[in-house]
């Protein structure tokens, strides 16, 4: 069959499937239009998130057919008109349909008859969905990134006040060593750091073009996949239809991120819950709460709610991974389903970064307490043991004695008198003493700490410039990533007032 008479003889079915002003889909014959599975398979409704993409994702298809002379002109420029009048209309307007697609190519016909069929030549709602999701989810994972970026904008302004800011640091939650809130905050922006790498590589993967592969075995139509590609601002196609139209490793692959980056939001809720706790910062009260009957109270419920969205993102990719690790090729109904656990966790961790954001730029660092609670617990004592080694003492024998020491109050005295115990000599035949008077200083123990990653403040402005250097960098990626995507979109509009 010549591509002339399958073009013919799919119109003259799209025709005998048209609406005749009932509401009634195109795509289901009779045998299939009715029944109570009919609302159990509908996503309509849970496809407005996706129904400008859609709209997008139409017009591109609809003026590389144009352009490969698949339809004529004029009739490329009645459905591209029916399209801007479908947008304004929106997507409550839609008819009843089985999802998003179905529901405007109904649409389409209804308002400029059979002709409007045209526009579903050379593909199936296979690659059309596949395609509209990463088109959509494009745009929701570079605002996800914006809120990382953001995050690490505000971690850092905060290490760069509180370069010597003392603050006691801990390991099992009792007292280890002391630090820096600048050394606590850069710790956090290099994980952060990471959660946007790994989403920029996100979505390299998920910027392809899946259109063109229709059911999954491609088309007899003489279509041109890198046009629609490029109309849509994507980086290239994805080579095998089957592929194209069936794979939703790009969804687990961004879910799992997200995921990964609510983890890290996780750890800086509960760090700041406690140090709230303890006195070492207030919130602003625009991230926190009273009680409803308790108004002394003053609860950090947002970050509260930040450290649940980890539970919810871990589940949503447990409950794609599930979907997805069961299916043949090509496409499945399963993947419907799969799609919501991405949409759900891209929200609420966007909400949940922003707000992160927000809780750590408007904190205010108590330094008086900080300082005062910095020396607790003898957490200089690793200082001092490892005075004594560079001394000349095996550092286990420094550590027995400084345990023993740690044990009869951790001051002084109770150095030496552990020198007197385990080494049988005065604690001044092997250090200076005024060396261990300075060891036992939280603010001198933190400044000798000056190794690379330290908390000491000579170490600390390498990690700062490292940290501004690579938000630099992730910022301007970000900005030309936008720009690209915009640039696309001005042009294919461009292109579709040719016709219209």
């Known amino acids: 069959m010549t591509e002339e008479s399958a073009h013919d003889d799919l119109s003259e079915l799209e025709s005998a499937v048209a609406t005749d002003g009932s509401g009634e889909g ?31 994702v139409d017009r591109a298809h609809v003026l590389m057919l144009a352009e490969q002379g698949i339809v004529e002109d004029d009739v490329a420029g ?32 209804q308002r400029i008859g059979a002709e409007g069929g045209k526009m579903h030549t050379a593909r199936s709602r296979n ?11 494009r745009e929701d994972v570079l605002e996800a990134i914006e809120t990382t970026l953001a995050l690490r904008e505000a971690l ?41 790498e790994r989403l920029l590589e996100a979505y390299a ?84 709460s009273t009680s409803s009957i308790m108004p002394q109270k003053k609860n950090p419920d947002t970050l509260e ?62 330094e008086e307490t900080l300082a005062a609670e910095a020396g607790a617990g003898f957490s200089t004592a690793t200082g001092v043991a490892d005075l004594l080694a560079a001394n000349g003492l095996p550092f286990r024998t420094a550590h027995e004695m400084v345990a023993i020491a740690a044990a009869n109050g ?3 005295e109770a150095i030496e008198s552990a020198a007197q115990e385990v080494l049988g000599e005065p604690l001044e035949s092997f250090v200076d003493p005024a060396a261990v008077e300075a060891a036992l200083d939280p603010v001198e123990s933190v400044a000798s700490r000056d190794s690379q990653g330290g908390p000491a403040p000579d170490a600390i402005g390498p990690q700062l410039e490292a940290a501004r250097e690579a938000l630099s960098t992730d910022e301007e990626s970000l900005a030309e990533t936008s720009d690209s995507l915009e640039a696309a979109h001005e042009a294919l509009r461009e292109e579709v007032n040719g016709y219209v």
């Open 26 to 56: 195109v795509v289901r014959r009779d045998r299939f239009s009715g029944g109570p599975a009919r609302s159990f398979l509908s996503s309509l409704e849970a496809d407005r998130r996706i129904f400008e993409a859609d709209l997008e």
């Open 78 to 109: 009645e459905i591209l008109t029916a399209l801007d009048a479908i947008e304004v209309d929106g997507h409550g307007s839609l008819p009843d349909g089985e999802d998003v697609h179905e529901a405007i190519e109904t649409a389409v016909i």
């Open 127 to 137: 690659d059309e969905v596949a395609a509209c999701i990463r088109y959509r989810l």
């Open 156 to 196: 850092v302004v905060v290490a760069e006040a509180n370069a010597e800011t003392i603050m006691p640091g801990y390991t099992h939650l009792q007292p280890a060593q002391p630090i820096t809130v600048a050394h606590w905050a850069c710790s956090y922006e290099g994980a952060v750091r990471r959660d946007t």
């Open 205 to 288: 993967r998920i910027n392809q073009s899946p259109l063109g592969g229709a059911a999954f075995a491609g088309t007899t139509f003489d279509i041109d996949r890198e046009r629609t590609a490029e109309l849509l601002g994507f980086e290239n196609v994805v080579e095998n239809s089957m592929d194209a139209s069936s794979s939703r490793d790009f969804l687990l692959e961004t879910t799992q991120a997200l995921s990964t980056h609510a983890t890290t939001l996780s750890g800086l809720a509960e760090d700041l819950i406690i140090f709230a706790n303890r006195g070492f910062v207030d919130l602003a009260d625009d991230y926190s």
């Open 305 to 366: 709610l930040v450290r649940a969205v980890a539970g919810d993102a871990a589940g949503s990719v447990q409950g794609l991974t599930t979907t997805l690790k069961g299916l043949p090729r090509a496409y499945n109904r399963d993947l419907q389903r799969a799609t919501t656990h991405a949409w759900d966790t891209v929200d609420a961790v966007t909400d949940a970064s922003e707000v992160a954001a927000g809780a750590v730029a408007t904190a205010d660092w108590n």
């Open 410 to 412: 951790g001051d002084y």
